[in-house]
């Protein structure tokens, strides 16, 4: 058919930068609407990213493409659409949002003034259409990762070289299920899955205090526990309002 391609350069990449071609078409046809055409590639290899290319004067009607090896097949994978992330600077709230064929996710995210906390919730329109492990480890040395279910919490603490000591938890608060496995939160069946993220050390800019001050964990553990007892769309109302009262006390009419 007229809108049927004929002619494409598959490539592959590691960087999205400098591409290598791997298989290369001109003057293809297909048998009929609805047929498949399979190229086999001489040389393959393994890539980060893929590009194909389509070369057509007029538009062209593709119906799908599938990427196949030895016990792979890209038609069984989930397809990624409308992916989207944004910064909304006059409301301080980060947002990606993104669609499979199990339905829409969206991501929000923003750091709390007023609860002292990074607040960060998960939504899918599929009721309980997500499944996920979280993990918390630490970067340092002798702070073993704790994570407790019955509580909905996932934390470490511990004291470096210099004697500095540092605490971090996060809260989780879902409608799905909350299991531990192997020292992470394991969280089915889920709708909507929210965290709240606390971390602190004992630093203090103070010379006469030895440079150490309040202890981070009962700290850490106190601003949680308060902030947990809130709504998350409230947590999420009042940052708005603190953002916005700072973003929007000047406008200009163009």
Request: glycine share 8%; aromatic share 8%.
């Amino acid at each position: 058919a007229a809108k049927d391609p004929s002619a494409w350069t598959f490539s592959g990449s590691n960087d999205a930068l400098t591409w290598t071609e791997l298989d290369t078409a001109s003057g293809a046809s297909f048998p009929g609407r609805g047929a498949e055409l399979v190229r086999n590639l001489g040389s393959p290899a393994q890539f980060a990213y893929y590009r194909l290319t389509f070369e057509a004067d007029a538009g062209i009607e593709v119906g799908g493409i599938a990427l196949l090896a030895p016990g792979y097949s890209t038609r069984s994978q989930s397809i990624v659409v409308d992916y989207r992330r944004a910064l909304d600077l006059p409301t301080g709230v980060h947002t990606t949002h993104f669609a499979t064929s199990n339905g829409t996710v969206l991501r929000e995210s923003f750091a709390s003034r007023d609860a002292d906390v990074i607040a960060l919730r998960y939504t899918t329109d599929r009721p309980g259409g997500m499944t996920t492990t979280l993990r918390f480890t630490s970067a340092q040395d002798n702070a073993p990762t704790v994570a407790d279910a019955a509580k909905g919490r996932i934390s470490f603490a511990g004291t470096m070289a210099n004697k500095l000591s540092h605490a971090a938890a996060i809260d989780v608060d879902t409608d799905g299920t909350i299991t531990e496995s192997g020292g992470a939160l394991v969280i089915t069946g889920a709708t909507r899955i929210a965290l709240l993220l606390d971390a602190r050390t004992d630093y203090k800019l103070s010379a006469a205090d030895g440079w150490r001050g309040e202890a981070p964990k009962p700290r850490v553990e106190t601003t949680l526990q308060a902030a947990s007892a809130v709504d998350f769309a409230k947590l999420r109302s009042d940052h708005i309002a603190r953002v916005g009262s700072i973003m929007n006390r000047v406008s200009v009419d163009w």
